[in-house]
């Protein structure tokens, strides 16, 4: 079994092992277009064949059944071919990482202003001045949504 499966496949049986995981696929490399053309040019060609065979008039219906369904698998290993199937393995490899931040924001050009106590002060007032406008601004909206008592 393992002399079949290297024949058939192409290569030996430890890589299959040694990979995590594969499948087959097909692995032509036609743009885009030609591969819609051979899928368009095979869905024509099963369609001419079911239509010859229905119109086929003294064979009985099993024969052309048969036959009809020998000619599309036919049809189908045809175009397999063409896209060149191949059996694809999959490696996982697992790298060791390192998470850096790199921050590049305005924020981390300039000096921090805050070092100075003098501006740390200047801020707080100007926070108390902030909120006790907020706080006003609010008292006058309550008291235009009560109507102006």
Known sequence: MTRLTEWLL???VTEMVRADSWRLGFVADYGNYV???LILAFMALVYLTIHSYRREGDAPTGAKVT??????????????????????LRDVKTLRSRVTKLDDTVSTLSDDVTQNS???????????????????????????ASGGE
Do not use: H, W, Y
């Not at 009809?68 to 694809?88: D, E």
């Not at 003098?118 to 406008?133: A, G, V």
């Open 118 to 144: 003098d501006d740390i002060s200047s801020l707080e007032t100007d926070l108390e001045e902030l909120t006790d406008r907020v706080d006003q601004i609010a008292k006058a909206q309550e008291k235009d």
């Open 10 to 12: 192409g290569l030996p």
């Open 67 to 88: 036959l009809m369904c020998m000619r599309i698998a036919t049809l189908a290993l045809v175009f397999a071919i063409i896209f060149n199937p191949a059996v694809v």
């Open 35 to 37: 591969k819609v053309a």
